[in-house]
C-alpha cells in the first residue's frame, strides 16, 4: 500500500509538471499565432491541471484510507487469536494445546493463526510476552487491602479468592513451567520474569517506605534485600494461596490464610 501510494504521488507530480511546460510552450506559440487565444489555452490548461489534482488526490485518500482499514482488521485478528490462545494455553498447557483449539477459541481458521504467528511456539511466546509485559507494569501490582496504613485482610482474602478463577493465574505458572522444559526460549522468558518481579520488589519498597514515613521511622530511599525477600514471600502465597485452596480445599489451604500471612510479610 505504501508502494502504491508513492507511485501514485510521483504519477501526479510528473503529471503536474508536464502540464506546466505545456502550458508555457503553448502560451509562447499562441502569443505568437493567436494572441487572443494565449490567455484561454492557459487557463484550460491550469483547470485540467487542477482537476488532475483533485483526482489523484482523492485516489491516495482512498489508498490511505484502505491501507488503514486493513492494518485495523490486521491488528484486531491478532488481538483475538493471542486473547484465545492465552485461555487454551492457561486451560491446556502448552503441550496440551493445538492451533486447531486456539483457532476454534477465536473463531478464525488455522491459517489465519498461521499467517499471525507462524507456529504454535511463536504463539505461545507472543502470549507470555504480553502477560509477563502486563505483570511488569508497576500498575498492576496494586494489591486489594494493601496500601500505606497497612492491610485490610479481609479485603486481600478476597481479592486471592477472586484470583484463584482468573485463567492469567494458570498462564503465569504455565509460562514459567515452559521455560523450564524449553531451555531454548528460557533466557528471554527469564528476563522478562526478572522484570516482573523487580517491579514488585519496588512496590513493596514503596509500601515500606511509606510505613516508615507514617510511623516516622528512617527509611532507605532504595530498594533493600529484605524487600526483595518479602517480595519472594509475596510471590508465593500470590499463586500458592489461590492454587492451593483451590486444588487442596479449605481444610488445607484458605484464601483468608494467604491474606494474613502476607499481612505479617509486609509489617
Do not use: C, W
Not at 512496590?203 to 515500606?208: G, K, N
Amino acid at each position: 500500500m505504501a508502494d502504491d501510494r508513492d507511485r501514485l504521488s510521483a504519477a501526479s507530480r510528473a503529471l503536474a509538471d508536464a502540464a506546466a511546460q505545456l502550458t508555457r510552450a503553448l502560451g509562447a506559440q499562441a502569443e505568437r499565432v493567436v494572441p487572443e487565444v494565449s490567455d484561454a489555452v492557459a487557463q484550460g490548461l491550469r483547470e485540467a491541471a487542477r482537476e488532475l489534482a483533485d483526482v489523484t488526490g482523492s485516489l491516495a485518500d482512498d489508498v490511505r484510507t484502505s491501507d488503514q482499514r486493513r492494518r485495523r482488521k490486521v491488528d484486531r485478528t491478532r488481538a483475538d487469536l493471542l486473547d484465545a490462545a492465552a485461555r487454551v494455553f492457561a486451560a491446556r498447557g502448552f503441550e496440551g494445546a493445538s492451533v486447531d483449539d486456539v483457532a476454534a477459541e477465536a473463531g478464525y481458521t488455522k491459517g489465519a493463526v498461521y499467517a499471525h504467528f507462524g507456529s504454535k511456539r511463536e504463539l505461545f511466546l507472543a502470549v507470555a510476552r504480553a502477560r509477563l509485559g502486563e505483570a511488569g507494569d508497576p500498575s498492576q501490582h496494586a494489591l486489594p487491602g494493601v496500601g500505606a496504613d497497612g492491610v485490610d485482610v479481609e479485603a486481600l482474602a478476597d481479592g486471592l479468592a477472586r484470583s484463584s478463577d482468573d485463567p492469567r493465574l494458570l498462564l503465569t505458572v504455565e509460562i514459567l513451567a515452559y521455560a523450564l522444559r524449553h531451555p531454548e526460549d528460557a533466557d528471554e522468558l527469564a528476563g522478562s520474569y526478572a522484570l516482573a518481579f523487580d517491579a514488585l520488589v519496588e512496590h513493596v519498597a514503596d509500601l515500606r517506605r511509606a510505613r516508615d514515613a507514617r510511623d516516622g521511622r528512617p527509611s532507605d530511599p532504595g530498594t533493600t534485600q529484605d524487600d526483595r525477600d518479602t517480595t519472594l514471600g509475596v510471590v508465593a502465597l500470590l499463586n500458592v494461596a489461590p492454587l492451593g485452596a483451590r486444588l487442596l480445599g479449605p481444610e488445607h489451604i484458605t484464601p483468608a490464610a494467604g491474606a494474613r500471612v502476607i499481612a505479617r510479610l509486609l509489617g
